[in-house]
């Protein structure tokens, strides 16, 4: 079945503090019990191989778009957004791509 | 085993052709049976589901950062960056994450 894929790579601002950036892996970690449509789900920060990178990924699939719409728009999902991500959210850069499997 | 997961997000230039962007689709499509180190490849272009996000994006798993490194700088990699990439990109954020598998 062809899914979708979303992807999203974050950088943070230079005030982020170590804590904040560890609020952003605590508060995804919940979201895969708390939203039904996901499929998979795996996100971290970036492990400084190549300098310029982005600071975080998140990559998650899902069976069809709907499923990832339920997602973005999920309350939980925004809430984590609003009040963990945007606060040190320098940048994002993120697409939905079709998934063959 | 933890792998790593290389994420990597492009948006191209506004007079990159649908020509062009289908060769990096052909172009990359090559790899996995050129590169022994890819453990997963998938890649696509945005279905244009929200408005201002990026155009293209490619995620490769790998079973360590040794693997990645093999990719990163696999020659026909380098070429099809050179070549068919390189002409048609505005931009690039990426990111390299552990992968807990």
Request: negative net charge; aromatic residues 8%.
């Amino acid at each position: 079945m062809a899914g979708v894929r979303h992807v999203v790579v974050f950088n943070w601002t230079a005030e982020a503090t170590e804590e904040q950036r560890a609020r952003v892996v605590e508060a995804l970690s919940t979201l895969p019990a708390a939203v039904p449509e996901i499929r998979a789900y795996a996100f971290g920060p970036d492990l400084g191989i190549n300098a310029g990178g982005g600071d975080f990924a998140v990559v998650a699939d899902f069976a069809d778009e709907s499923d990832y719409l339920a997602y973005r728009d999920n309350a939980e999902h925004r809430r984590i957004i609003d009040e963990v991500i945007h606060p040190i959210m320098a940048s994002r850069s993120a697409v939905q791509y079709r998934l063959a499997d």
